[in-house]
């Protein structure tokens, strides 16, 4: 993959806990356009919505997600996918809030509602005088990237409805036994269908339907490894969240590992400062054995001229996620309140 939009980061100012597994990383040269698109979906929620009083999104002090973790984006469609970006993070810390005009209803049909918007959203740009809010937001992002390419904006957009209609089916289930067990789950929740479509719009690219299964077979260590850096540094947030909310237990790999432990051995899974520190330790092993995988699979790409030329750029952009996606939650605000 040519390297036209990004430049590389110094490797010196920057730390990746040894779990980047020697990817570099790389920031695009226009990330101001990031900064506008995230700050203007604030902006639109915060007048649309509702105002969210210390949140944070994308945006970080030393690196912005979306610029670090698709370096190659094309410079015209940053803004477009930053304020995509934002409008998840936005939506998912306020999905609680958002569905308390519809509690007393059935899970499933609140989980409904939610999907029956995304796939309305899909075919049609268009919003009626009354509708919910968030819709109203969705509805610009869809104009906006139907207008730059309309057919890979279906295409993520697409992707998007799957990932909603999946994920509250994996959110369904709270308690798995293994680690082995959960890391299916967690890949889609992650947004492993979301992070394709953005991805092939913001690169321009196209994976025929013959190479979709080839293409999301390959790129599934990557998703693991994503999905487990993202456990492991929100681990801490997510952990003391569910503590003040008196829930017992947690969506992520750390407290599943701990359960794991727990129940081999006997012993309670609350209060011990050491089988925690062991299950982060297992986490950080697992993320580097998926990252290094996922490194051959690249390079063997690379060399495989059976891959059309988008596949093949599609793979090697995903390994810039990795190495973006773990130093912004290194020192992103979202995971890190100091």
Not at 135 to 146: C, T, V
């Amino acid at each position: 993959m040519d390297f036209v939009y990004s430049y590389p980061v110094d490797p010196t100012t920057y730390e990746t806990h040894g779990l980047a597994e020697g990817i570099p990383v790389r920031v695009h040269r226009e990330t101001y356009r990031e900064a506008e698109g995230s700050l203007q979906a604030q902006r639109d929620w915060s007048e649309h919505v509702r105002p969210m009083p210390r949140y944070h999104g994308g945006l970080g002090d030393k690196f912005n997600l979306m610029s670090v973790s698709i370096p190659e984006c094309l410079p015209e469609r940053l803004e477009i996918i930053s304020y995509a970006n934002e409008f998840a993070f936005l939506y998912d810390d306020a999905m609680e809030e958002l569905l308390d005009d519809q509690e007393g209803r059935p899970e499933n049909q609140r989980n409904d509602s939610l999907i029956a918007m995304f796939r309305e959203g899909v075919m049609n740009a268009e919003t009626e005088g009354q509708c919910r809010p968030e819709k109203l937001l969705q509805a610009k992002i869809l104009k906006e990237m139907m207008a730059i390419d309309k057919p890979r904006a279906v295409t993520a957009m697409k992707a998007w409805a799957s990932f909603v209609q999946l994920a509250s089916q994996t959110r369904a289930q709270t308690i798995f036994s293994s680690l082995n067990e959960y890391i299916p789950a967690r890949v889609v929740d992650v947004g492993e269908l979301i992070w394709f479509g953005t991805v092939t719009f913001a690169m321009a690219l196209t994976i025929a339907p013959e190479e979709y299964q080839l293409c999301m077979k390959l790129a599934r260590p990557c998703y693991v490894a994503l999905a487990l850096t993202n456990d492991l540094y929100s681990w801490t947030k997510e952990r003391i969240a569910a503590e003040a909310a008196g829930q017992d237990c947690i969506f992520n790999a750390i407290w599943v590992i701990m359960r794991e432990l727990s129940e081999i051995r006997q012993c309670n899974i609350t209060g011990d400062d050491a089988l925690e520190a062991e299950a982060i330790d297992i986490c950080k092993a697992e993320i580097k054995k998926h990252v290094s995988e996922y490194r051959t699979i690249v390079e063997q790409a690379k060399n495989n001229t059976s891959f059309s030329r988008d596949l093949k750029a599609y793979l090697e952009a995903i390994l810039y996620t990795i190495s973006g996606n773990l130093v912004w939650s290194i020192y992103c605000p979202r995971y890190n309140s100091h």
